[in-house]
């Protein structure tokens, strides 16, 4: 009968386990775990200020773009600046001209519609032009002949309503007469007229 001594192989067992080597930091284990988290953080750190530093960059090289943009629109924006100061003047010396014009023509004018009022047995005797105010003086053979000259002056666009300033009895049988009315040179229904027939050319 075969006999084992379990008592006697424990402590050879204890002795063995008591031999291996115990890994163990002790107090040490603290400072590598600080050190470890150190060098994450540098590491987090490192990568945080490269992205950052290459995002400057990008940026910076966005904004030399941006500013060799600005320099090349520049001479344009200049060019645009002295085109439309040349338009300006040249639009302000059109208006002189035509004023010019409209003034030149303004006694062409005004003799103009005068004589296209004119009705029959009514004889112009003087025309005096102060400024746009206009007096006329004539003849005619009876009062009628006078309120028809008056109501075709009135129906001209270039000519306020007329004033009768005198109506008397003359030689003969013919009355004299004066009239006084202002004259407008550029009035709105014929600019709008002239300007429809501009546009109307332009296309």
Known sequence: MIKINLVAETPAAATVQAERPQFSL?????????????????????????????KRSDLQEVESQRRR?????????????????????????INVINELKRNQQGPVRILDEVSRALPELVWLGSLKLVG???ELGGSA?????????????????????????NL????????????????????????????????????
């Open 26 to 54: 002790g107090a040490k284990q603290g400072d590598v775990i600080l050190l470890i988290v150190l060098a994450l953080g540098l590491v987090v750190v490192g990568t945080q200020w490269l992205l950052l530093t290459s």
């Open 168 to 203: 008397s009895r003359a030689r003969g049988d013919t009355f004299g007469f004066s009239l006084s009315f202002a004259f407008n040179n550029a009035p709105p229904e014929i600019e709008a007229a002239e300007g429809s027939q501009a546009a109307g050319s332009g296309q």
């Open 141 to 165: 053979m009876d009062e009628n002949a006078v309120a028809n000259y008056i109501s075709n002056l009135d129906a001209s666009p270039f000519f306020d309503e007329p004033v009768l300033k």
């Open 69 to 93: 943009e600005r320099d090349e629109l520049l001479v344009y924006i200049k060019k645009v600046e002295e085109l439309e100061a040349r338009r300006e003047l040249l639009r302000h010396k």
């Open 132 to 134: 746009n105010n206009v």
